[in-house]
């Protein structure tokens, strides 16, 4: 996904009047503003609904640092704001398990990019069977 620069211009501000913190924050920016929102990272734990996709697919989808890495680089992404692999979260029907596989993706989401904040940021994901509960 490539933004036109009124668009990187729009998320900046709204990232300023959102979480002034991210004003500050240190990026890769080349000054070409490529930024790419990816859904389509994942853990073994959820990826069970994926059982038919490719090995490579799957390496893919498991992957930070490596390939998708390399791949950004040979296109010119500068940032990647990561997201759990539909269905993620919302292929859990119970509520608990639900909300506990959302804390652990989640967890382990941060800290796969949390050396490498340059180049990664993530969206959570969240378990609506509880509004409030996932609010918190
Ligand atoms: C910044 O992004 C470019 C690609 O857009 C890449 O070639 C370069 O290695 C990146 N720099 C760092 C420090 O990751
Ligand atoms: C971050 O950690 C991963 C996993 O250990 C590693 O492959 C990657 O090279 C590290 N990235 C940086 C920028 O240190």
């Known amino acids: 996904m490539r933004l036109a620069p009124s668009s990187l211009a729009l998320l900046g501000s709204i990232s300023f ?27 073994p734990e959820i990826m069970g609904p ?32 990561l997201s759990c692999a539909t269905p993620c979260i919302q292929g859990i029907s119970s509520p608990s398990i639900a909300a506990s596989t959302a804390k652990s993706v989640n967890d382990q989401l941060a800290s796969q990019i949390s050396n490498n904040t340059f180049r990664f940021g993530a969206l959570a994901a969240l378990s609506m069977h509880d509004p409030l509960e996932a609010g918190m």
């Open 50 to 81: 994926l059982a038919g996709v490719s090995a490579q697919l799957r390496a893919d989808i498991l992957d930070i640092h490596n390939q998708r890495l390399r791949r950004m680089d040979e296109n010119g992404i500068d940032f990647m704001i």
């Open 17 to 43: 009047i959102t979480t002034p913190c991210l004003a500050r924050r240190k990026w890769n920016d080349t000054g070409r503003g490529t930024i790419a929102f990816e859904e389509n990272w994942g853990v």
